[in-house]
């Protein structure tokens, strides 16, 4: 890999001699200045593969959320089901888990705030000073989550030099709205004051074929205050408040199987598509009438301290408080009948202390030491409401009404044909009779009597709870061994002590479902004892009084209840581990550096928690050992031509110990340990200004991402393509008194997977799912998406006007697929944005 990155550079070197001078002088590749070492650098003396965006150049690009960002950056996806949803993946690894007690693989940060629970992560970016990807096992820089990668949002701060600010208004089709502005005022030559905000509308793109409010919206507003203090060249310090609202419509889990219908009629509304409209709602009775979609809330509060001992040490503190409230309503089945509809109900609170020494007298030596606590309490409550005489009807696989109607197999039936007893009462008879394997054979009376017993508002609900106490130690140090040569290494030691809870019940009485599926199960193993309980228990349930028998197991569908409250139980565990790198770096030149690195990434042992096998047993409890990966990275990194042509390249091999992957067990989600893996790629971006006015820009990612053990063995990580690309141009002119930008785009990436099983039949059959799903389609092929924006920004004044269109091609494209209802045999579909066009309008002043 070394021989391949001195190639690399070797090349763009010679080409530089024998073609620079075509280029004009005057055009220069802007630097930026970074702190991901935890002190300031050009990003081009980072050992480490880092891609880095300026306020400018995030204004140029049009980025607007995390989604925009790992568009032009080798190595980095982002998955957006919604805000409450998110997926951050570098180089082949997914951070997405929702529970309370996950961990977070790549970490996001907040000025240096870890922010990397799912359901606080995804937040509003604007009014921002930069951002940076670190990419490889960042640790000792970033922090104990940062197993893979790190994503640090740098916010623009108050500032007592002067006053300025900005307004900006867009909009555009899909009612498509804008409103964003910052203003800083400086109240003294030590204190100043900004205050920012941004507020972001636009209708759903899937449409909503029952009518309401069309899928895949976005509602969200946010605002900042910040506060900076500054009354000695020794002392500064910054206080920000964050707070963000988001209420967009629901996800469009679209089923791929069965047509959007009317519920009442069965008229079918639309084609089956991810892009036509979705026929999805929630039943009137559900959680007192909640509709679709997300209500989030996330707030924070920052405190950044900076205070200058002498001139060789100074002390930084970090000291945050955080707190997420989501509540997401869904329809994981896909289609208008209300068989299956949940909810994602989830509380997180945080807060967090870090305390650094660093040191930098000048000379060869520089580094630092420091501390950090970090405690967070989480909750998380999903209750499942099910439709028995639906689900059993999609068991048996007749959820079109079976012959009798004529009806497609794609159309579901009339809402009313699952209230006759004599059809759900045949197919309780013949699921009783396959899952018994023949030893249960009821007669038509039995099964109309189970039949009439059937909840059509059945619910479940289950709690996770986990409370969470960190305490880290951690250094870094760099030597330059001569002028050219320069080591660093770092080690960080992470204590976790950990409470989990887990609590499952049934709301309001036993699944009389579930009570045939476990009864059918007793008698399919074949013993004398086991055909006389099940007998017993299908006694039970053809009882008109069947929810008041106290003999009868409180039998659950998709887990088992511990007891009739569901209240929590808990388990404790504490972890420790070291994490570290050692990184080498060789300056060619002031202009080109070569480095190579090994480093020690962890992810935390994960306590994970279950319902249980049978009614009223304690919950399980599983110690997931901690995932580590051993990183092997070389790169280089160059500035030529006059600084006109910016090159980084890396290219890198990790091997996975105990990796912690997602595994489908009927309806829910279970964190279990997959065992081996390993990852090796190449990233490469550049960006060349070839004559003023006009610069280039390219970026390429390969990440050859698979399992090497267990049942997985083989299969590729999920959301990971193996080749992804970018290119892009910012051509500028003097026109119409005035400079108009023309910034064509273009990004394109491979095919995924949206799930570690890669949608293989074989994982996706009975326990593991209550449907078998046989299919595998739950992909996304290679596609490109093609962007333009166009501004012009007046000349005499800081007026800038703007047109852009995103998607020009009207590219059709899934952001994912399976989801909950793949459990149900019923997968579901999440499209991709469309076509979309808008203009604007930025007003800077000073």
């Known amino acids: 890999m070394l021989r391949l990155t001195t190639r690399l550079l070797a090349a763009a070197s010679a080409f530089a001699l024998t073609g620079g001078a075509a280029l004009a002088q005057d055009a220069t590749v802007q630097e930026i200045v970074v702190t991901a070492q935890k002190r300031e650098q050009a990003a081009l003396d980072v050992p480490m593969s880092l891609t880095a965006y300026s306020a400018e150049r995030l204004e140029e690009l049009g980025v607007q959320d995390f989604a925009d960002v790992a568009l032009f950056t080798p190595g980095f996806e982002v998955q957006e089901q919604s805000p409450n949803n998110p997926g951050f993946v570098v180089r082949g690894i997914t951070s997405d888990e929702t529970s309370a007690y996950s ?95 941004r507020m972001r509308q636009r209708d759903g793109y899937v449409g909503n074929a029952l009518g309401g409010d069309d899928f895949q919206s976005v509602d969200s507003w946010a605002g900042r205050i910040s506060a900076h203090f500054e009354p000695n060249e020794r002392l500064s310090s910054d206080f920000i408040v964050n707070y963000q609202r988001d209420e967009p419509a629901g996800t469009a889990f679209k089923s791929g199987g069965y047509s959007p219908t009317d519920p009442a009629t069965g008229k079918v509304l639309a084609g089956r598509g991810a892009s036509e409209p979705a026929a999805l709602r929630a039943p009137n009775n559900f959680e007192g009438g909640r509709e679709l979609g997300l209500e989030r809330t996330v707030w924070g509060v920052t405190a950044l301290v900076d205070y200058e001992i002498n001139d060789a040490l100074s002390l930084s503190s970090i000291s945050a408080v955080r707190r997420f409230d ?26 967090s202390q870090e305390l650094r020494l660093n040191y930098d007298a000048g000379g060869r030596v520089r580094g630092f030491v420091g501390a950090g606590y970090f405690h967070a309490e989480d909750r998380q409550r999903l209750p499942l409401q099910f439709d028995e005489r639906m689900a059993i009807a999609q068991l048996a696989g007749v959820l079109n009404g079976g012959p009798a109607l004529g009806l497609p197999a794609t159309t579901p039936a009339p809402e009313a044909l ?34 009439a017993n059937l909840r059509a508002n059945h619910v479940e609900e289950a709690v996770n709870t986990s409370e969470l106490d960190s305490f880290d130690l951690f250094g870094d140090v760099s030597f330059d061994v001569t002028d050219r040569f320069e080591v660093s290494a770092g080690l960080r030691y992470t204590r976790d002590d950990k409470t989990t809870g887990f609590g499952s019940r049934t709301v309001g009485g036993r699944s009389v479902l579930g009570g045939v599926i476990g009864a059918s199960g007793l008698a399919a193993g074949g013993s004398p004892q086991g055909l006389a309980q099940a007998n017993a228990i299908m006694a039970g349930l053809q009882s008109p009084m069947v929810q008041a028998i106290p003999t009868l197991p409180m039998f659950g569908l998709t887990f088992q209840p511990t007891s009739a409250l569901g209240t929590p139980t808990e388990r404790e565990a504490d972890n420790s581990g070291f994490t570290w790198r050692l990184v080498g770096r060789y300056k060619l030149s002031d202009d080109a550096n070569l480095y190579a690195s090994y480093a020690r990434g962890r992810l935390p042992e994960v306590l994970a928690a279950s319902a249980p096998a049978n009614p009223y047993d304690p919950a399980r409890f599983a110690e997931i050992e901690a995932e580590t990966v051993d990183s092997y990275e070389v790169g280089a990194k160059a500035a030529l031509w006059d600084r006109r042509l910016r090159l980084d390249t890396a290219a890198y091999f990790y091997d996975y110990d105990n990796f912690q992957t997602v595994e489908q067990q009927g309806t829910l989600f279970v964190v279990t340990n997959a065992g081996k893996a390993e990852a090796y790629g190449v ?23 698979r399992f090497k053990d267990g049942a997985y ?11 992804s690309l970018s290119l892009g141009a910012d051509w500028r002119f003097a026109a119409l008194g005035g400079e108009v930008s023309v910034r064509p785009t273009y990004t394109w990436q491979s095919k995924v997977f949206f799930s570690d099983d890669n949608d293989r039949a074989m994982f996706q059959q009975p326990p593991r799912a209550l449907v078998a799903d046989n299919i595998q389609d739950e992909l996304q092929d290679a596609y490109g998406l093609a962007n333009l924006r166009v501004s012009w920004t007046a000349a005499s004044r800081p007026l800038t006007l703007e047109a852009f269109v995103n998607n020009i091609t009207d590219e059709e494209y899934l952001i994912d697929a399976g989801n909950t209802g793949d459990s149900l045999g019923m997968p579901t579909f999440v499209a991709g944005p469309p076509r979309m066009w808008g203009v604007g309008l930025t007003w800077k002043f000073r």
């Open 103 to 197: 961990e977070a693989r790549v970490s996001v940060f907040q000025d240096g705030v870890s922010i990397s629970k799912a359901q606080g992560s995804y937040v509003e970016l604007f009014d921002l000073e930069r951002i940076e990807v670190a990419k490889g096992p960042q640790s000792t820089l970033f922090g104990r989550g940062a197993l893979i990668g790190g994503v640090n949002i740098i916010q623009r701060k108050a500032d007592p030099s002067g006053f300025d600010g900005y307004l900006r208004a867009e909009g555009g089709d899909y009612s498509y709205a804008l409103a964003e502005g910052a203003v800083n005022i400086p109240l003294s030559e030590a204190f100043a004051l900004r205050f920012s905000g």
């Open 326 to 351: 989501s509540e997401e309503t869904f329809d994981p089945d896909g289609i208008s009948l209300n068989l299956l509809t949940g909810l994602n109900d989830a509380v997180g609170e945080q807060w």
């Open 418 to 451: 699952f209230a006759d007893p004599r059809f759900i009462g045949q197919l309780v008879q013949g699921v009783a009779a396959q899952a018994s394997g023949g030893r249960l054979l009821l007669t038509p009376a039995q099964g109309q009597a189970i039949a």
């Open 683 to 705: 990233e490469a971006q550049a960006e060349l200004a070839v004559v003023s006015g006009l610069d280039l820009f390219a970026t390429y990612a390969y990440s050859h991402a």
């Open 713 to 723: 063995d083989g299969n590729r990580f999920r959301l990971s393509p193996d080749h």
